[in-house]
């Protein structure tokens, strides 16, 4: 197996996610709770399909230098 470890766009994808959860969860916490976590939501999902391309790419470029 090949090891990947977590990028850091992988793990501040990670941290807007919980924090957009947190945010949904606990409205009280800020004074417009909804435009803060539907924003974090939409920084979350970018996020995850900028990293997902990185590994994807990652991934790719492995396999390719392990079949020469």
């Known amino acids: 197996g090949v090891s990947m470890p977590a990028s850091k766009l992988a793990k501040f994808k990670t941290v807007s996610q ?9 409205p009280l916490t800020a004074l ?11 920084v ?5 399909v900028i990293s997902g391309v990185q590994y994807f790419w990652k991934a790719r470029t492995g396999a390719a230098a392990h079949a020469m």
């Open 18 to 26: 919980q924090f957009a959860v947190a945010f949904a969860l606990m």
């Open 32 to 42: 417009d709770a909804r435009v803060l976590w539907v924003s974090l939501l939409w």
């Open 44 to 48: 979350a999902v970018a996020l995850t």
